[in-house]
């Protein structure tokens, strides 16, 4: 069967420092990846979809990016942090771009 | 209002009592999905509706479609406490471009009293 992880949990960090979230898939080849963030009581945003390895789609411009190193790992970061990226960071994976999203447990950020 | 709007925001009944939440959408779907999500965790898929179809049930689900409508309602029947947590529905928007898009609503935030 197929399992996602993130990590870590939570992450508290000070604004202007780098971040690095990574997300990984097991039990499945080539999905599609997905990182979204969630505002407190909020919808989720997509930031970043991947369809392949070194294939990078950006939903919204900001201080954030992401990387596909391999097939089933997923990371997201940023070399200076602001407070406005603090948030529940989420990854999701699918086997196709209209298919069901898997997600993960999700990464608790705060930026102080 | 956005692609995948729900509604209600906040849900309050009393276990046993029936939970139903509708979402909105804007562009043609190909299909709509309904996730749970309890406080802090990831979210979980419910169910899956095509929008060739009307009705989709799963155990105490009952989901609704209405394309001419653009909307979507989620019916939980003999809600128990252990329902609390927020609902979101997911359409893949057809882009003008061709692509599609997944887009979440700002979900439906049900709490059972027990």
């Known amino acids: 069967s197929q399992t996602i992880h993130q990590w870590p949990a939570t992450l508290v960090q000070p604004v202007g420092s780098p971040l690095s979230l990574e997300c990984t898939v097991e039990g499945t080849s080539n999905p599609n990846l997905y990182w979204y963030r969630q505002a407190a009581g909020r919808g989720l945003q997509l930031l970043f979809y991947?369809?392949?390895?070194?294939?990078i789609s950006s939903e919204v411009p900001q201080n954030l990016s992401a990387s596909r190193p391999q097939d089933r790992q997923f990371i997201l970061s940023s070399k200076k942090l602001l407070l406005s990226d603090s948030g529940f960071y989420l990854c999701?994976?699918?086997?196709?771009?209209?298919?069901?999203?898997?997600f993960g447990p999700g990464t608790r950020l705060l930026v102080l | 209002s956005q692609q995948g709007e729900e509604d209600p925001q906040a849900l309050s009944i009393q276990e046993g009592e029936n939970a139903t939440m509708n979402c909105s959408y804007k562009?043609?779907?190909?299909?709509l999905q309904w996730y749970r999500q309890n406080s802090g965790r990831g979210l979980v898929h419910l169910i899956l509706?095509?929008?060739?179809?009307r009705e989709k049930h799963s155990g105490r689900l009952r989901v609704t479609l209405d394309t001419s409508k653009k909307s979507s309602s989620l019916l939980i029947t003999a809600s128990r406490a252990a329902d609390t947590a927020s609902y979101f529905c997911a359409t893949d928007a057809i882009e003008p471009s061709g692509t599609y898009k997944y887009i979440f609503g700002t979900g439906t935030r049900l709490k059972v009293l027990a």
């Open positions: 991947s369809v392949g390895i070194g294939q």
């Open positions: 999701a994976w699918s086997v196709g771009r209209q298919e069901t999203q898997y």
């Open positions: 509706i095509r929008s060739n179809e």
């Open positions: 562009t043609s779907i190909n299909n």
